[in-house]
């Protein structure tokens, strides 16, 4: 592959939280009426079984008022990047559910879903060719049935905290690859960010997704990661084409 190819921080569609609230009295106000700053739990990366049973589920779009599509790989001009936003049915629809319970005027914003094959392939390519990547910051490609990258299944969604519409960075960007984007890593000193990322996990684990302990805003329903974390079975196999 060339090394040419788009940048992962770009197109940038959020605002660092910290600078928002601080600008925006107002929306720190609502922020603490979310009531939401319990400690995230212990975060581990169980290995994960295999799909030996998948359902049948269809892929639909990410639609719902409260929910912004921000399409970042098809923005950024990724050449196997896709324009829609698509989850499977199930994950939609608790998708759907965590932001109609969110307080107005409080939404979601994705940044990305399903994935073909061809993408997660263009962006693990890419991904690696910076010596400085994190191992396990990006999937790679299985062409096994049993063992599918987990946007490939439908069931992955990588998403932020809105306020009035605004997507917010919580304490890095999108596809951020330094340990700074590990879902725990601002633990342990209070601001901000830390609370969103709390509220964030909070909510999203209310609808059993599960957050990827490398990437604060990556979660899962129905994956081989979210078997391993429940102890259910996986759900979803490969999803399109």
């Known amino acids: 592959m060339s090394l040419a190819h788009p940048r992962f921080d770009e197109p940038c569609f959020t605002v660092d939280a910290e600078a928002f609230f601080a600008q925006h009295p107002p929306a720190l106000r609502a922020l603490q009426r979310l009531e939401r700053d319990t400690p995230l739990p212990p975060l581990s990366e169980p290995d994960a079984p295999r799909v030996l ?75 690696y060719q910076d ?22 299944t439908g069931g992955a969604v990588d998403l932020t905290l809105t306020y009035k519409g605004t997507p917010l960075s919580l304490g890095t960007g999108f596809d951020n690859t330094t ?18 990322r709390r509220v964030l996990y909070e909510i999203m684990s209310e609808a059993q997704f599960v957050v990827y302990a490398y990437e604060w805003w990556h979660f899962e329903y129905g994956t081989r990661r979210w078997a391993a974390i429940t102890g259910n079975d996986p759900l979803y196999g490969p999803a399109g084409s």
């Open 131 to 152: 010596p400085e990547t994190e191992p396990g910051f990006m999937a790679p490609v299985s062409h096994d049935q049993r063992t599918p990258p987990p946007h490939y």
């Open 53 to 127: 049973a998948p359902v049948d589920e269809p892929l639909v779009s990410v639609a719902h008022r409260r929910i912004r599509e921000l399409a970042n790989y098809w923005h950024a001009g990724w050449q196997e990047a896709i324009p829609g936003t698509y989850l499977r049915h199930a994950a939609m629809m608790r998708l759907g559910g965590v932001a109609s319970r969110l307080p107005e005027p409080w939404g979601l914003a994705v940044f990305d879903a399903w994935r073909p094959m061809e993408l997660q392939q263009q962006l693990f390519d890419a991904a």
């Open 179 to 196: 340990s700074d984007a590990h879902t725990e890593s601002l633990e342990g000193e209070p601001s901000v960010a830390r609370t969103l």
